[in-house]
C-alpha cells in the first residue's frame, strides 16, 4: 500500500468534520446505566451537569457522538431471575433518560430511528444487553427484550452460559451447544444482532457458521495487535467480509496496551503505564486491514472499566482518535464509514426483520 502524505492540522479537522457530516458517530457499547444503577440509585436527575463518570450531556454532544448503545447490563454472577429484572430496570433507565431529556435524547431501534434523531439535533438511543446470563435461558425473556426494543445480545460475559463458552472462562461447549445454535437462529429471525464480543473464538467461529445475518463485537479490539482473550483473532477477523458484520474498537486500556495488561494483572503497586491514542488507532488500522474499511466501529466502553487512554478519558474524546487517524492519511470516507455508517448498515440490514419478527412463529419455544 502507497504511504499517504501527512495532511496539516487544518486539513485533518476538515477532514474529521466531513466525515461527521457524511455519517453520525455512533457507539457500540456505554455503560452508563450500571454507572447509575451502582451510584445514583437509578437516578435521571443532575446528568446535564458535569459528572464524576465518562458520560454526561455535555461530552457526549463534544464528542460529537450522533448515536449510542447503552449497555443494559447485570453481572453474571448474579441469580438467574435477579439478572432478569436487573436487565429490565436497565432498560427502565434508558427509557426514562430519553423522556427526562427529550431535547437530547431519542429512543431507537431502528436505522430510521438514527436518521430521524440526527435531523432533530437529537443523540439515537439503541440498547444492547450484555451477556445471555440475562435471560434466565428462557426464549420468551429474549423475544420480550426485542419488544422492548435490545437490538443485540452479547452471548456471554465473563463467564460461560449454559450454551456458550466465554472467552475468560474454562472452555465448556467447544463453542456453542445445540442450544446455542437454535438461539442463533431466533436472534436472527427477531432481528437481534449478535454481538461476539466476550465469547471464544470457538464460540465466534460457531456463531459464524450458523448466522444468516451480519454480526458484530459492540468493543472489542485485535489480538494480533495486544493478546489478550478479549481481543479477535485475526483469523475471526476475517470472516466479518463474508459475513458483512463490524468489529466496534474499543478503548479499554488493557485490551489496547500489553504493557498496561501486564500491570493491570499485577499488584498495580506502580504507576500505570500511559495509554495513548495513536495505541486505539494502531487496533482500528490493523481491523481494517484484516477486515476492510467495511467491518470496523467504534465501542468505547465508557463507564465500564476505571481508566482510559489518553486523550480518550470520556465520551467527549472521539474526535482526538478521529483526528488521529485523519493525520495518518484516512480519507473522510474511511473516517465515516468508521464512525458510524459501517454499524447503520449493519441496523438497516436487520430492521425488517426485527420490526416483522411474531413472537408465535419460533421452534425455540423453552
Known amino acids: ?8 492540522p487544518t486539513d485533518a479537522q476538515r477532514t474529521v468534520d466531513e466525515a461527521l457530516d457524511l455519517a453520525p458517530l455512533i457507539d457500540g457499547h456505554n455503560d452508563w446505566a450500571w454507572e447509575c444503577r451502582e451510584n445514583r440509585a437509578y437516578s435521571v436527575e443532575g446528568l446535564d451537569g458535569h459528572l464524576n463518570t465518562d458520560t ?19 453481572e453474571d454472577v448474579l441469580p438467574d431471575a435477579a439478572a432478569v429484572q436487573g436487565t429490565l430496570e436497565q432498560i427502565d433507565w434508558v427509557y426514562r433518560l430519553a423522556a427526562r ?5 431519542l429512543i431507537a431501534t431502528s436505522a430510521a430511528d438514527v436518521e430521524s434523531a440526527r435531523a432533530t439535533g437529537r443523540i439515537a438511543s439503541l440498547l444492547g444487553a450484555e451477556g445471555a446470563h440475562c435471560l434466565n435461558d428462557s426464549p420468551a425473556v429474549l423475544r420480550m427484550l426485542a419488544r422492548l426494543g435490545v437490538r443485540y445480545l452479547t452471548l456471554t460475559h465473563v463467564h460461560n452460559t449454559s450454551w456458550a463458552d466465554s472467552g475468560t472462562d ?60 478479549r481481543n479477535v483473532p485475526d483469523d475471526v477477523l476475517a470472516r466479518l467480509a463474508d459475513n458483512d458484520g463490524v468489529l466496534m474498537v474499543t478503548f479499554v486500556p ?35 486491514d484484516i477486515a476492510g474499511i467495511r467491518h470496523i466501529g467504534l465501542g468505547g466502553d465508557f463507564d465500564g472499566t476505571d481508566e482510559f487512554p489518553d486523550q480518550l478519558e470520556g ?17 473522510a470516507a474511511e473516517l465515516a464509514a468508521l464512525a458510524g455508517a459501517n454499524v447503520l448498515r449493519v441496523l438497516r440490514a436487520t430492521d425488517a426483520a426485527f420490526a416483522g419478527a411474531d413472537s408465535t412463529l419460533t421452534r425455540l419455544t423453552r
Open 1 to 8: 500500500m502507497t504511504a499517504r502524505p501527512t495532511p496539516h
Open 56 to 74: 454526561d450531556i455535555a461530552r457526549l454532544r463534544s464528542g460529537r457522538v450522533g448515536g449510542q448503545f447503552w449497555s443494559v447490563y447485570v
Open 101 to 105: 431529556y427529550s431535547e437530547t435524547f
Open 170 to 229: 474454562e472452555p465448556e461447549h467447544d463453542g456453542l451447544t445445540e442450544r446455542g445454535v437454535e438461539y442463533i437462529r431466533e436472534l436472527n429471525r427477531l432481528g437481534m444482532l449478535v454481538d461476539l464480543s466476550h465469547v471464544s473464538p470457538a464460540t465466534a467461529h460457531a456463531a459464524l457458521d450458523v448466522t444468516r445475518a451480519p454480526v458484530i463485537f459492540s468493543h472489542s479490539s485485535c489480538h494480533a495487535v495486544t493478546a489478550h482473550p
Open 254 to 288: 488493557q485490551f489496547v496496551s500489553a504493557e498496561y495488561a501486564q500491570w493491570f494483572a499485577g499488584d498495580r503497586s506502580g504507576p500505570a503505564p500511559l495509554v495513548t491514542v495513536a495505541q486505539v488507532a494502531d487496533h482500528v488500522e490493523h481491523a481494517r
Open 315 to 331: 465520551v467527549d474524546g472521539y474526535p482526538a482518535l478521529l483526528l488521529e487517524l485523519a493525520g495518518r492519511g484516512w480519507r
